[in-house]
Structure formats: structure tokens, C-alpha cells
């Protein structure tokens, strides 16, 4: 005799009712979308990403007292008006681009990392805000139109995004593990150190690099105060030919008070940093290296303008 349950479950199987889910699988993440910076004084910030460095300015759908200030046409530096209990870091969130911000928030879920619901509009930007091991707010945006970028603009293109990093191993698990960061290249100022560690995103050039601070690295925890938090957590806007863009810098009244370089990194680009009001270091990179890097070579292929 036949048993009904046997019958059921094969009747179940047939429909597909008790087969096993589909792997949830994650959509593009193509390149740094934007940087969001906290300022204090929004005029000066306006002067320094709007004049200075030459963003086209923009609306802040996320804050209408915030401005976007774009380097490309879908790449910009978010800036938002600080809180008044805003402590020493500067840095609100970092943003990378994706195809698909609901499908990401999906496959994020999927995986037992808390997300944020879907925001934004249709026909605009989409995003999902989640943190990382070491709390910092990492958005993942769906782009909406583009915006022309402005020609007085130093640079087209940001090419990575930094930002400070006690714990690699619990980073790598986030960007690597789950996310499919790729190696690019690390460094130190002497050889039997890390301090910085870059890796690409998963489908584009762009990269992430850690900012690395205590143990093996050459910064001290005790070290890390306002000044050096916006010399680690930064943003870099590259540019064809470094002796162009700071002649046209310095011809034009444009470098800020705050500046140093251009000098050779120990990633043998040459490169030259500029500092906003509230000292979030904006570094200009050129986007190939000249010179033999220091303490690994590149492991991928460089971003393109």
C-alpha cells in the first residue's frame, strides 16, 4: 500500500514547493558613487568644493541644507551641515555604485548583515545604507540621470575613497568576503609596516583603501585626533597630468590656504593633497603609477579616465 505523505511530498517535489531557495546573488557594485563630509561652515565648504576644486553644485535630496558637488556625472562630494554634537570625525558616509540598490539590499539581507529600506525615487537615485565591522555608514547607490560636470572642474573622476581601519581582517570579511572586493595594492612608510591596504571594487577600478591605524601600522591610536581623522578619512579626485592641474590651480587663485605637494607616493603616483575648511583631505592622484611602488606591486589594472 501506497502511503498518502509519500504521495504528497513526491506531488510537492513535482510542483518545485519543497525545493531548496535560490541563492540570492549580488548585482553589480561598479565604482565609488560619492563621499559625505560633515561641515561647520557651509559658505567656506561651498567656496572650497565649489570654487576651488570646481564641482558643479547641485540639490541634496537627503538634506535640502546640504549641497552635492559633482566630478562627474554621476560621482560627487556630498556635504552636509555638521550637528551640533557632531565629535571629531567629519566623515558622515561613503557611497559606492550599484545596478541594482534592491537587489543588493536582498543579497545583503540574504547574508545576516542589517540594511536600511530602499530609499529615493524612481527616477532618481536609489540607495541602501548599511555599516560595516567598524561602524562606518557605507551606501550603496542605484544612479539616477547624470549631471554635467562643470568645466572649471580639476578633476573628472574620483578614483577611490579612504577612510580609517583598526581591525583589516574583520574589514576584509565585509568587502571581500561578501561584497567581492579585489586586491590591489598596499603599502607602508617603512617596510615592515601596513598602512594603507587597497582594493578594488568588485566590478570597476575604483578603489577602497583602509586607512590603517594601531598595531602593525605606523600611526598610533593615541595619535588619531581631529586633525589626523581628516587626513585618513579622504577622498581622491584624479587627474591626467598633476604639473597641469596645480599650474592651473595656482594661476587661477585657486589652492587653498591648507596644501602640500605635489610629492611621489610610496605607490609611485604622483600626488598632492588639498584640505577643506574642516580638514577632510581631498587628494589629487594621477592614475598611473611612474615610479616602482613600495612593498607590493599592482595586482590589477589601473582606473581610466
Not at 558613487?33 to 570646481?54: K, N
Amino acid at each position: 500500500m501506497i502511503r498518502s505523505g509519500w504521495v504528497l511530498s513526491m506531488a510537492l517535489l513535482g510542483s518545485g514547493a519543497l525545493a531548496a531557495p535560490a541563492t540570492t546573488l549580488r548585482p553589480a557594485i561598479g565604482g565609488v558613487s560619492h563621499i559625505a563630509v560633515y561641515a561647520r561652515d557651509l559658505q567656506a565648504s561651498d567656496r572650497f568644493y565649489g570654487f576651488i576644486l570646481g564641482g558643479k553644485k547641485a540639490a541634496n535630496p537627503e538634506d535640502p541644507a546640504g549641497a552635492r558637488y559633482y566630478f562627474g556625472p554621476r560621482q560627487f562630494v556630498e556635504v552636509l551641515p555638521a550637528p551640533a554634537s557632531q565629535g571629531p570625525s567629519m566623515l558622515a558616509h561613503v557611497a559606492y555604485a550599484t545596478s541594482d540598490a534592491g537587489a543588493l539590499r536582498a543579497y545583503l539581507s540574504s547574508h545576516g548583515t542589517k540594511v536600511s529600506d530602499l530609499s529615493g525615487k524612481n527616477d532618481g537615485d536609489r540607495w541602501i545604507s548599511a555599516r560595516d565591522p567598524e561602524g562606518n555608514e557605507v551606501r550603496f547607490v542605484q544612479p539616477g540621470a547624470p549631471i554635467a560636470s562643470s568645466p572649471s572642474a580639476v578633476s573628472g573622476r574620483i578614483i577611490h575613497v579612504g577612510y580609517l581601519v583598526r581591525n583589516r581582517s574583520a574589514e576584509d570579511a565585509f568587502y571581500r568576503d561578501l561584497l567581492g572586493f579585489r586586491p590591489y595594492w598596499f603599502g607602508a612608510m617603512k617596510g615592515d609596516a601596513v598602512d594603507w591596504v587597497s582594493q578594488q571594487v568588485p566590478d570597476g577600478r575604483d578603489w577602497l583603501e583602509y586607512m590603517m591605524v594601531g598595531p602593525g601600522s605606523t600611526v598610533a591610536l593615541d595619535r588619531v585626533d581631529a586633525r589626523q581623522l581628516g587626513v585618513l578619512n579622504h577622498v581622491s579626485l584624479a587627474v591626467p597630468n598633476m604639473e597641469a592641474a596645480m599650474t592651473r590651480l595656482y594661476a587661477e587663485e585657486r589652492l587653498p590656504e591648507r596644501h602640500d605637494g605635489p610629492s611621489m607616493g610610496r605607490d609611485g603616483k604622483w600626488q598632492a593633497n588639498l584640505y577643506d575648511p574642516d580638514g577632510t583631505r581631498v587628494e589629487l592622484m594621477e592614475y598611473s603609477a611612474v615610479a616602482k611602488p613600495c612593498c607590493s606591486p599592482f595586482t590589477a589594472s589601473d582606473p581610466t579616465p
